[in-house]
């Protein structure tokens, strides 16, 4: 089965499109979006943390010349701190695995205020055309993956690894249609009553569809399933949990709100923090290591929310009055 922490790192990227279009299109539109006071306002709200998360990592850092050619490591280290370590493949995941999400999202975000400033269709068959043409792009990458299988990979799977499939699964330009998506998403959104049952079926729907494919293993290619050709199902969950039902209320839970705001630091940190943890002895020592992974998930939520509140918004908050963003 295809990793589902993958599968939520693609779904994450197309919220990511959806959430800034929802808060920034309707300026973008009317030509009121100030370009270089969103890139600095982007920037310091992801920046402290992904730099944090770098730097707890530092026994992955160690690692790396063992894995590389001098000059893959060395560009590597320049890389990562400028978020550009995405764009090759054998260094995509230098340092901090999942960080590689952020090099894809930098870019993003550069062009993010053009895809904004685009008309939003009055027809709502035009918005389905659109979303349409992106899960057709979307497709592309993964079927012409399992179409020419250039790695000669018999079976592939989340554990494999090979030059192409890198390629495909962590750098920016197969997940763009996907956050181009979530921008023309909120378009749609627009369009869709938030109170009723029909966003509640749609959410159901996203669900349940995302369940079945899934639940299908290996007959459906991994190259596929991991983006494009679960879009319109990611689309559908968007949709569902924007609405004001009973889905949404259930994932509104304030216990769930309360740690999803620390979901950036989770993300970004809970790679070299899990490393750091497991690597350093101390649940064995404390004797709590019987109680894993479930004490370990709860010490990285707990390092996330304080994470969130002692770095992260405070360094937002000098950042931006600094920058003037």
């Not at 895809?115 to 918005?127: E, K, Q």
Request: charged share 10%.
């Amino acid at each position: 089965m295809v990793n589902a922490g993958y599968l939520s790192v693609s779904f994450f990227i197309m919220l990511s499109g959806f959430v800034l279009a929802y808060n920034y299109a309707g300026r973008a539109r009317e030509g009121k979006l100030d370009k270089v006071r969103f890139w600095k306002a982007r920037l310091t709200r992801l920046y402290p943390i992904y730099l944090l998360s770098l730097v707890i990592g530092w026994q992955t850092f160690r690692a790396e010349p063992a894995a590389h050619t001098p000059l893959m490591f060395w560009l590597g280290a320049i890389l990562t701190p400028l978020l550009l370590q995405g764009w090759i493949p054998e260094i995509a995941t230098f340092g901090n695995t999942p960080a590689w999400t952020m090099s894809a999202e930098a870019a993003y975000y550069l062009i993010f205020p053009w895809l904004a400033s685009v008309r939003r269709p009055v027809r709502i068959a035009v918005h389905f055309w659109r979303l349409a043409g992106l899960w057709f792009l979307g497709l592309i990458p993964g079927t012409l993956y399992v179409l020419f299988n250039p790695d000669g990979i018999a079976q592939v799977d989340r554990f494999s690894s090979a030059p192409w499939l890198q390629a495909l699964k962590f750098t920016p330009l197969p997940h763009l249609p996907s956050f181009v998506f979530g921008v023309m998403l909120a378009g749609l959104d627009e369009c869709v009553p938030r109170t009723g049952q029909l966003r509640f079926w749609i959410g159901i729907f996203g669900f349940a569809g995302i369940y079945g494919i899934l639940s299908l293993g290996t007959l459906v290619p991994y190259a596929l399933k991991h983006d494009g050709l679960l879009m319109p199902l990611f689309g559908c969950l968007i949709l569902g949990l924007s609405g004001i039902n009973l889905l949404s209320k259930l994932f509104g839970f304030r216990a769930f709100v309360f740690v999803g705001e620390s979901s950036y630091c989770l993300y970004l940190m809970h790679f070299n923090l899990w490393n750091l943890l497991h690597q350093s002895g101390l649940l064995p020592k404390l004797g709590l290591d019987r109680f894993d992974p479930w004490i370990s998930y709860a010490i990285l939520i707990g390092l996330g929310l304080l994470a969130l509140h002692l770095v992260e918004k405070p360094a937002q908050k000098m950042l931006r009055k600094w920058m003037g963003a």
